[in-house]
Structure formats: structure tokens, C-alpha cells
Nanobody, 126 residues
Framework: EVQLVESGGGSVQPGGSLRLACTAS????????MTWVRQAPGKDLDWVSS????????YYTDSVQGRFTISRDNAKNTLYLTLNNLKTDDTAMYYC???????????????????RGQGTQVTVSS
């Protein structure tokens, strides 16, 4: 059974930092591209970032480029997202997803059957 478990969320002030983690099990993690998505209150799921299986290629939505860094440790079956210079607009539930996108996805993430974890909440406020 595929399982994705996120952790590391919290409440921070604008300009702060967090590091999210997603521990994966039930599949060959090192052979699969992975993705972070987020859902702000009252809004749809949005693509944030993706990474290739070996971690060589990384891709970001424009609004987080230069502030967020996606990475992975295949020996630990763990995906990371480092969030720097956080803004209030970054407030959302963050999910890791067993999927890969090199561009903003054209599918509807809200209705797709792509596997994702239970999420971890990030709240940015002063």
C-alpha cells in the first residue's frame, strides 16, 4: 500500500522559514518523480514544485521560485520542501504527491486520482 506522510508544518511570521518532509512507503521511491502541492483556505489545489527521481531536475511554480527548494533523500525515502522568506499568501495545507510535472499541470488536481498524503499546515501571519 502506498503511503505518504507529511510533517514539519507550523505557524511562522512573514519572512520566516520552515522545512517540510514527506516520508514515503509502499513503492520504489527512488524511481518516481515527486511533487508538492498546496491548498489555501477556500481555494483549489495548486502545484508548487516537482523533482525528478534522482533529484537532478527541479521545477517550481513562479510564485515560489527562488524562495522554496525541493529535495529528496532516496536512502531515507523522504521528500523535502524548504520554505524561505515566507509570505502570508503561502498559508495553505501542503501535500506531497506521487506524481511529476515539469510545468504547471493541465489536469484538475482536485479531481485526479493521484495519491497524496494527509497534508501538513503552514500558516504565515504577523
Amino acid at each position: 500500500e502506498v503511503q505518504l506522510v507529511e510533517s514539519g508544518g507550523g505557524s511562522v511570521q512573514p519572512g520566516g522559514s520552515l522545512r517540510l518532509a514527506c516520508t514515503a512507503s509502499g513503492f520504489a521511491f527512488d524511481q518516481v518523480g515527486m511533487t508538492w502541492v498546496r491548498q489555501a483556505p477556500g481555494k483549489d489545489l495548486d502545484w508548487v514544485s516537482s523533482i525528478t527521481p534522482a533529484g537532478v531536475g527541479t521545477y517550481y511554480t513562479d510564485s515560489v521560485q527562488g524562495r522554496f527548494t525541493i529535495s529528496r533523500d532516496n536512502a531515507k525515502n523522504t521528500l523535502y520542501l524548504t520554505l524561505n522568506n515566507l509570505k502570508t499568501d503561502d498559508t495553505a495545507m501542503y501535500y506531497c504527491m506521487k506524481a511529476f510535472f515539469s510545468d504547471p499541470p493541465t489536469i484538475d488536481l482536485n479531481t485526479s486520482t493521484l495519491i497524496r498524503g494527509q497534508g501538513t499546515q503552514v500558516t504565515v501571519s504577523s
